[in-house]
């Protein structure tokens, strides 16, 4: 007879189930077995940590969960002896900030506990997102990770999670189901990942290494070149980079190097989990971003054991200035704009 526990939230559909548990990949299908009449049931879940965002779970495959009398089940065509963790990476888990806060770190709360001993099963991954990816995977698991939809036998295991452990604390240390590990453990688990030399801010660098997180499209710096000959003055060895590329080896050697790196609010500051303890992030919070932009990096921030600043833009230093007038809503209820599309257009 198996055992369900069910951690679901507002964010997360998460079930838990220990017994006789089978799996059907390519019709996304799960079915535990039981002797129980009671127990007989059925339900769908996305094991995507989005579920408030219709748009993003638009995106996910649902997955049909049965519990049902043994006799009743397809037969098992291949046995595994490790638990097995079964998630998608569809929404938005393409952008940079998103692949880290709603699958990597939701991941990696769900599966230290293993110590490798795990199976990773992802539904919704492109293969270049997997490559990306591919080390954290290797770290968080000692066998390959697998494409649930191209399997085709039926593969039984006696523990599998659907869904990845999160809650309302996005990229932030809290009460989780399978681990008491913080935010300030994952990003020291990031760094051995990387093997990073620095892991905590020291005196060895002279000056201290400064990087400007460049933007071209929106949300940029009109007067970057300023600001970085400012930060040169003052003493700061300073560097401006817009951090592309999927090649997170180097990308996190580079961030790694850093004492201070300062961004306006965007997916560029999500490069933070690659600096070392005690290393300043100054956030540039546009106008009409502040709560937004606050929760996105500045509480993550204290929980990685980073220090945090935020610098808000008033209304006379955003380009907003020159677009619309102070008896304009855009002005006077940034929050009262309830439309997303149209918050983002603005204010993003």
Not at 90 to 108: K, Q
Not at 137 to 156: I, M, P, Q, W
Not at 165 to 191: C, E, Y
Not at 280 to 297: E, F, H, K, M, S
Request: charged share 20%.
């Amino acid at each position: 007879n198996p055992i369900l526990n069910d951690y679901s939230n507002s964010r997360s559909q998460i079930y838990e189930m220990v017994g006789d548990v089978r799996i059907h990949g390519k019709s996304s299908t799960i079915w535990a077995a039981s002797d129980r009449e009671e127990s007989i049931r059925s339900w769908t879940a996305k094991p995507h940590p989005r579920l408030f965002d219709g748009q993003a779970m638009s995106s996910v495959t649902e997955i049909n969960i049965t519990m049902n009398y043994v006799n009743l089940l397809p037969k098992c065509t291949r046995y595994f002896h490790v638990p097995t963790i079964v998630f998608s990476a569809g929404g938005y888990s393409y952008h940079t900030y998103h692949g880290i806060a709603d699958a990597i770190a939701p991941l990696y709360f769900t599966c230290n506990e293993f110590n490798g001993s795990v199976m990773l099963q992802l539904l919704d991954a492109k293969p270049w997102w997997i490559s990306r990816y591919r080390q954290i995977f290797r770290k968080l698991s000692n066998y390959d990770t697998v494409g649930l939809a191209e399997e085709n036998g039926v593969h039984c295991f006696s523990r599998v999670i659907v869904g990845l452990d999160a809650d309302d604390k996005v990229l932030r240390s809290g009460p989780k189901h399978f681990t008491n590990h913080t935010m300030t453990d994952f990003t020291r688990f990031i760094r051995n990942t990387y093997s990073l030399e620095r892991h905590v801010v020291g005196k060895q660098h002279d000056p201290h290494r400064l990087l400007i997180v460049s933007r071209k499209k929106t949300r940029f710096l009109l007067n970057q070149d300023e600001i970085a000959e400012t930060c040169g003055r003052i003493g700061f060895e300073v560097e401006t980079s817009e951090i592309e590329g999927d090649d997170l080896n180097s990308i996190a050697r580079y961030i790694n190097s850093f004492d201070v790196i300062v961004g306006v609010h965007g997916a560029g500051l999500t490069n933070m989990i690659f600096l070392p303890e005690n290393a300043l992030v100054i956030q540039i919070i546009p106008y009409g971003l502040r709560d937004r932009a606050t929760l996105t990096y500045g509480a993550p921030a204290t929980d990685m054991n980073l220090k945090y600043f935020e610098q808000e833009i008033s209304w006379e230093e955003s380009s907003l200035s020159s677009q619309y007038s102070k008896d304009d809503q855009v002005y006077i209820d940034p929050a009262g704009i309830k439309v997303e599309k149209i918050f983002r257009s603005i204010y993003l």
